[in-house]
DNA sequence: GTATTCTCTGACCGTACGGTCAAAAATCTG
DNA sequence: CAGATTTTTGACCGTACGGTCAGAGAATAC
């Protein structure tokens, strides 16, 4: 009987070697599609023929178009969240705002695949819960200015949007001019940041 | 015979009454659309469902489904660079970086539908060329500095770039939370821009 | 080697899309 | 009023979309 898999996670059996290897494939490729034409490419024919198989092939592996690109999303995602995590935890807390802004447009800048697609996916899933994107931030910033003993300041979901919204056009132009230094804008906008959180 | 216009300027003859009615009716409701539901919603069907007519008297007007669009993206932006160019030249140059970042955060924050057509433009059209925005912005500061007396310091295009961002951040957390004070965000951006740029 | 389970194909369905066109309706002109 | 012109309709075309499904082929188990 066997189950296309509805839920990827629902373990009623690991999944098979063949399926790790497809999921995968089709992710990639998703991506790569995504990053290469737009969110409009990523249709279920187009994802096939780039896997070299059928449309029923992919949906045996996915319960729905959706679900492919929501799994290429989720990827994506993951793979950021655990980079710039993993940088903000190793730096000290008066430091974290800084290891932020440098390791998200780092990890931006080295994957222009992966900022393509988060580019693109904000408007289309972003429609109906674009989220609170600058919370993170904003709380490494109180932390910081904890950590340094100062006053309250400026408002900190402010700055932070501000920030978040400067490391998206950085890493705009840098997918748009592969010669523009990424690494020296973000750290201007670090600058900015420190003297408008910190002054 | 009477040809359907498939350019709007090139006169042969100016445009009837109920041309120019329709136009800027279609025009409207496009918008509308697109800042409600999403670019996917703009389609043929439905504006002219929205416009009460049938496609085939939307096609009588426009060339084309792609030229409604055009037509509503251009009229959006036709009003933002003349409401922030009359407020950057009626400023002195030293204040024109200030000018230009309050009336954009003001013109946006003030027209939601503007501000969401151009959110949704930008990755659609922007496929191609999604221009250099940060260019007039670079100038200003370059100018301003001039008016100021200054040393180059920081790469102007950097500080357009992320000044832009951060514009485009405040507008669209004013969009999803009609509460959040643009103009107090815009204030704290001319601050750190000015730090930034005069320091 | 047979039976069972997993993987995949290819034909098919319904829907929505952008666009065309002859002819009807509305409007303007004399 | 008649005649010409502008505007609109509604039927129609081809294409692409997401998705379903019976059954063919492979792999695996016994």
């Known amino acids: 009987m066997a189950a296309r898999r ?3 996670g629902a373990e009623d059996r690991p999944l098979s070697f063949i399926e790790q290897t497809r999921r995968t494939q089709l992710i990639e490729v998703t991506i790569r599609l995504v990053a290469e034409h737009g969110y409009a490419a990523a249709s279920l024919a187009r994802i096939a023929q780039a896997a070299g198989i059928t ?3 992919v949906l045996y592996h996915f319960a729905s178009k959706d679900a492919v690109v929501a799994a290429a999303h989720a990827r994506v995602l993951d793979a950021l969240v ?3 995590g993993a940088a903000v935890e190793a730096a000290p807390a008066d430091q974290a705002p800084a290891a932020y ?7 931006l800048a080295e994957r222009p695949d992966h900022a393509r697609l988060i580019v693109e996916a904000m408007l289309h899933h972003g429609r109906p819960a674009p989220e609170a994107r600058w919370k993170p931030l904003a709380a ?3 932390n910081a200015r904890e950590a340094r003993g100062l006053d309250p300041g400026p408002d900190p979901r402010t700055l932070a949007l501000i920030t978040g919204g400067a490391i ?3 890493v705009g132009e840098r997918l748009r001019d592969a010669a523009y230094d990424a690494g020296a804008a973000a ?9 408008a959180a910190f002054g």
């Open 140 to 142: 490494l910033l109180q």
């Open 6 to 8: 509805t839920t990827p």
């Open 82 to 84: 655990a980079d710039v």
């Open 55 to 57: 449309k029923g092939a």
């Open 101 to 107: 802004v440098r390791r998200m447009v780092g990890h």
């Open 168 to 170: 998206d056009a950085i």
């Open 187 to 195: 750290e201007s906008l670090i600058e900015m940041l420190e003297a």
